[in-house]
Nanobody, 126 residues
Framework: QVQLVESGGGLVQAGGSLRLSCAASGRTFSSYAMGWFRQAPGKEREFVTAINWSGGSTYYADSVKGRFTISRDNAKNTVYLQINSLKPEDTAVYYC???????????????????WGQGTQVTVSS
């Protein structure tokens, strides 16, 4: 069983940046792809980005390409989400998630992620 703890959210002005972190424990972190999802008030959860087990492959939703960067440090069991040029529409709770199986090559299917953190709130003011 994996435990995921997100941090780094907060209130920022439009145009600003944030770096979210997600610390994992309980399973061999380096064997699993990791992803970030977000959920805005009144909306469904959105799959934002993912990174494979080694960090050599990434996926981004079209809505965040060019502004979001996912990375991981397997030595620290941590995945990061760098968010630049923040927009009010980025306001949401951001969740990290882990794929259910190890060493998957397909990291772009949200249903393959089965473990979730508690989320961290990102609020962007205009």
């Amino acid at each position: 069983q994996v435990q995921l703890v997100e941090s780094g959210g907060g209130l920022v002005q439009a145009g600003g940046s944030l770096r979210l972190s997600c610390a994992a424990s309980g399973r061999t972190f380096s064997s699993y792809a990791m992803g970030w999802f977000r959920q805005a008030p009144g909306k469904e959860r959105e799959f934002v980005t993912a990174i494979n087990w080694s960090g050599g492959s990434t996926y981004y939703a079209d809505s965040v390409k060019g502004r979001f960067t996912i990375s991981r440090d397997n030595a620290k069991n941590t995945v990061y989400l760098q968010i630049n040029s923040l927009k009010p529409e980025d306001t949401a709770v951001y969740y990290c998630a882990q794929q259910s199986r190890t060493y998957r090559t397909n990291i772009s299917t949200p249903s393959t992620f089965g473990s979730w953190g508690q989320g961290t709130q990102v609020t962007v003011s205009s």
